[in-house]
């Protein structure tokens, strides 16, 4: 599940995270089958998601195309149902929690900084267009996994105390954050900039004032920035 994690951000690895995915799910079955392990579906959210599951299963039968209709229901909603309670059973300790947050952390760090790397330097796009591969990945999703990792390195950057891990992790901040911003993507953005104000709310109000006024400046200040959010871009799109 680590290495399904570590592949998640990378567009065209759906060979390797699919070996990941139901070698993890053999594992599981094995080590239930010969009861090493005590394997669990209580969850705060077992429930809406069985009666998700439900409703989504009566609703195949009325589908208009079916064949694709039932492929989603497996692939879009139990696989992702069946990665959850193989994490929340696995993911039993502070410890564990912790490795797989780096994991999280350092491939989507990679993703990030490499993909600007490849995208402005490499490829030569001008800086006032949108990050993102239209062929690989909608621009849009970016922000998924950007803003979650950055939040989560942001946070481990917080309690760490060993100085070179610090500065990994300033690096993984600022890779991510860029991406996130470089998309452009009003939804990214606005769900970057609630997400920043939440984090620093209970401790350091003085950032929340700053983030509010230095996001404000950019948006005016930027042309591209500005154009995204102007009054008839948003209202034709």
């Not at 065209?12 to 394997?39: G, N, P, R």
Request: overall charge positive; hydrophobic content about 60%; some cysteine.
């Amino acid at each position: 599940m680590g290495i399904f994690l570590f592949f998640t951000p990378f567009p065209h690895t759906t060979a390797i995270k699919e070996i990941c995915f139901y070698l993890s799910v053999f594992i599981v079955i094995l080590l239930i089958y010969f009861k090493k392990i005590d394997f669990s579906f209580r969850s705060p959210f077992t429930l809406p998601f069985a009666l998700f599951v439900i409703w989504a299963f009566i609703g195949l039968f009325f589908a208009l195309d079916k064949a694709n209709s039932f492929h989603d229901f497996w692939a879009h909603l139990l696989k992702y149902l069946a990665t959850y309670y193989i994490l929340i059973n696995f993911i039993s300790s502070r410890k564990r929690l912790v490795i797989f947050s780096w994991i999280i952390i350092i491939s989507t760090t990679i993703f990030s900084i490499g993909g600007l790397i490849y995208f402005y330097f490499i490829i030569k796009f001008p800086i006032s267009t949108r990050f993102g591969f239209s062929h690989m990945m909608n621009i849009d999703l970016i922000g998924f996994v950007t803003i979650f990792a950055m939040l989560l390195s942001m946070h481990q950057f917080r309690l760490e105390t060993i100085l070179y891990r610090k500065i990994i992790l300033l690096v993984c901040i600022l890779g991510t954050l860029m991406a996130t911003c470089l998309t452009m993507s009003r939804g990214s953005l606005i769900a970057l900039f609630v997400a920043l104000i939440v984090f620093f709310l209970k401790r350091y109000n003085w950032l929340v004032i700053f983030f509010i006024i230095f996001s404000l400046i950019t948006v005016t200040s930027v042309p591209a920035l500005k154009a995204r959010f102007s009054k008839s871009a948003i209202m034709s799109d």
